[in-house]
């Protein structure tokens, strides 16, 4: 599995200048890297207002990457709506699926995974699956698929 | 103090801000102001326009960003407040405090007429909060409050009016987007 070291340093090198994020559990092991690099996090309050964030970056000419859990996504679906449909920005989204791992491997009970496939669709999101505790996890090519022209986004397993 | 009243007094300090309008200021606005530095957030997510303006200062440092949001909104995202307070930016927050949410008929907010909105701002950490309830205060401290490092909180209490037409923004999304794009561009 990709440490926070390599993780940071793939979504620098992936060209994000600024990540908007509320972190969770696994997210927030990146959170001391994250102090120290280029991405130095922009903490929010609430998903959806992570995504009103990126907007605003968005129209400014930078290119966010906005990293929350998919039970922010479930929250945020006005605001992500607004900036991928009204407003045909290219937002860039890292949600993790908290429970994904324990579904894949039929041990789990957390509806999240369910529920985050569906939002996906049902918002018309272009999007990608990554496990990074898969043997052959590719964390650059995941990572590729966010830098896909516009709106994207990465389904992390958790 | 109208609602116009509150803007026409801001139309004549906003130099070179960008000035972002939300719900009901996306109605009056263009009346007093056609310039590429303006930008109609219609349509909306409601209550973001102070995250937008959040992450256009921080994208363009040194850029002053004026956000005109209503009570309405603001109440649906009030963390927002705690967010903008994190970072020194030039965003001044701009309420227009009606009581009411205009646009869908003019049906009473959560706490009309009760809620201290200087007290949540400066709650937030905001360390710079105005407050004017008629236009003659409003225009002693604008000069003041639109200036200068922020971010900067305004409480501008105005006349709830009902009856008002669904407000609509002057171009597509699209155009102002491209315009207040190149409107941003360094110049050569």
Known sequence: ????????????????????????????????????????????????????????????GAKPLVAIQCTGFFEA????????????????????????RAAKAGTGRDNCPHFAQRLVDAWELPHAHFDPAEANANLSAALATLTQ???RVLLWSE | MTHRDALEVLAARRGEHVVITTMGSVALWPQLSDSPLDFHYLPSSMGQGVPLGLGLCLARPGRGVVVLCGDGGLLMNLGCLVTAAQFTVPL?????????????????????????FAALAR???????????????????????????????????VDGERGKPTPSAPRPMGEQIERLRAALQPKA
């Open chain 1, 1 to 60: 599995m990709p440490n926070p070291n390599e993780i940071v340093s793939a979504l620098v090198a992936a060209g994000f200048t600024h990540l908007v994020w509320i972190p969770d559990s696994h997210l927030g092991t990146w959170e001391p890297v994250l102090a120290g690099s280029p991405l130095a996090p922009i903490r929010v309050c609430r998903e959806g207002e992570a995504v009103g964030v990126a907007i605003g970056l968005l129209l400014g």
């Open chain 1, 77 to 100: 679906g006005d605001a992500v709506r607004n900036a991928v449909h009204d407003m045909k920005l290219p937002l860039k989204l890292l949600v993790g699926v908290r429970g994904a």
């Open chain 1, 149 to 151: 022209a516009g709106p």
């Open chain 2, 92 to 116: 001044y927050v701009l309420l227009i405090d009606n009581g009411l949410y205009e646009v869908t008929g003019g049906q009473a907010v959560a706490g009309a007429g009760r809620t201290d």
């Open chain 2, 123 to 157: 709650g937030a950490g905001f360390a710079r909060v105005y407050e004017a309830r008629d236009r003659a205060a409003w225009e002693a401290v604008a000069e003041t409050a639109l200036a200068g490092t922020g971010p900067v909180f305004v409480w501008l209490k």
